[in-house]
T-cell receptor, first 115, second 114 residues
Framework: NAGVTQTPKFRILKIGQSMTLQCTQD?????MYWYRQDPGMGLKLIYY???????DKGEVPNGYNVSRSTTEDFPLRLELAAPSQTSVYFC??????????????FGPGTRLTVT | GEDVEQSLFLSVREGDSSVINCTYT??????LYWYKQEPGAGLQLLTY?????DMKQDQRLTVLLNKKDKHLSLRIADTQTGDSAIYFC??????????????FGQGTTLQVKP
């Protein structure tokens, strides 16, 4: 199993450009999440999904959109990129029910710079 | 709102014990988690503790839970340079059943000096 994969690893965007961060998991997990990580701020939840066709906002959804057409894929869309969206983005997934609560499995991250 | 608080930085010498502390707000949390993030990588689950336990030991790791004070700690015995990483405490937000959501602390950067 590859686990959670994310592309691209790095990206530089100009202000106002758009892009899609890709996330795929091969563990058949129902739950998927997008976080952003800023230095000293921990992880903030952007959007999450509890299954195909179902998405919901997290703590910091403004400026982002998501879709979940399949169990495996959960892309994150940035429209009109702003410098405040410079961050490291992590996708994660978890099974809907397991011992020990919900272990989230993380992808390696996408480092995005908006200038 | 709910919050998970950690100190930002800890420096220890190789072979010493490290203790990373965390305070959380939701007394109804069933599980509390410690995640580890190595440089340039995503987070990985290190260990977790069920809320009806006071202590959990797993090789060099000891987790202590004080529910009265809402305080969680992670002790790493015989700390090695490979333990240098950022450590995150996490709890499920209240009312989040069947979503798997977690609230993460700011992360504690552990620096291990040879």
């Amino acid at each position: 199993n590859a686990g959670v994969t994310q592309t691209p690893k790095f990206r530089i965007l100009k202000i106002g450009q758009s892009m899609t961060l890709q996330c795929t998991q091969d563990m058949n997990h129902n739950y998927m999440y997008w976080y952003r990580q800023d230095p000293g701020m921990g992880l903030k939840l952007i959007y999450y999904s509890v299954g195909a066709g179902i998405t919901d906002k997290g703590e910091v959804p403004n400026g982002y959109n998501v879709s979940r057409s399949t169990t495996e894929d959960f892309p994150l869309r940035l429209e009109l990129a702003a410098p405040s969206q410079t961050s490291v983005y992590f996708c994660a997934s978890s099974a809907s029910r397991q011992r020990g609560g919900y272990e989230q499995y993380f992808g390696p991250g996408t480092r995005l710079t908006v200038t | 709102g709910e919050d998970v608080e950690q100190s930002l930085f800890l420096s220890v010498r190789e072979g010493d014990s490290s203790v990373i502390n965390c305070t959380y707000t939701d007394s109804s949390s069933t599980y509390l988690y410690w995640y580890k993030q190595e440089p340039g990588a995503g987070l990985q689950l290190l260990t977790y503790i069920f809320s009806n336990m006071d202590m959990k030991q797993d090789q060099r790791l000891t987790v202590l839970l004080n529910k009265k004070d809402k305080h969680l700690s992670l002790r790493i015995a015989d700390t090695q340079t490979g333990d240098s990483a950022i450590y995150f405490c996490a709890e499920p937000p209240s009312g989040s059943s069947n979503t798997g959501k977690l609230i993460f602390g700011q992360g504690t950067t552990l620096q291990v000096k040879p």
